[in-house]
């Protein structure tokens, strides 16, 4: 069984960077066919994918998130990691990692998300 954990700070100040880790068990992020996801939700909308990074390393962003995004990984470690940076109340939502399978990029596995809020 694959399990995913979100981890990080519940509270991020604005212009400050927002830095969460995922853990992976039950599956190397190193495997080849897989690809790692960074999702969020914003209270009362819909999920927004915001980047991933691939079994072998390559990291992919939405358009809209790229300038202040950065994804990245440990493989030593099974984790993979989601930075920030110059976060605004907009940013505040529940971030989710999951894992999708190349290349249907269908989500096969969810972490149950975490809350993040950005305020002063």
């Known amino acids: 069984q694959v399990q995913l954990q979100e981890s990080g700070p519940g509270l991020v100040k604005p212009s400050q960077t927002l830095s969460l880790t995922c853990t992976v068990s039950g599956g190397l992020i190193a495997m080849t066919g897989y690809y790692y996801s960074w999702i969020r939700q914003p209270p009362g909308k819909g999920l927004k994918w915001m980047g991933a990074?691939?079994?072998?390393?390559?990291?992919y962003y939405s358009p809209s998130l790229k300038s202040r995004t950065s994804i990245s990984r440990d493989t030593s470690k099974n984790q993979f990691f989601l930075q920030l940076t110059s976060v605004t109340p907009e940013d505040t939502a529940v971030y989710y990692c999951?894992?999708?399978?190349?290349?249907?990029?269908?989500?096969?596995?969810w972490g149950q998300g975490t809350q993040v809020t950005v305020s002063s």
């Open positions: 999951a894992r999708a399978r190349i290349p249907s990029l269908g989500r096969d596995y």
């Open positions: 990074i691939a079994y072998n390393g390559t990291a």
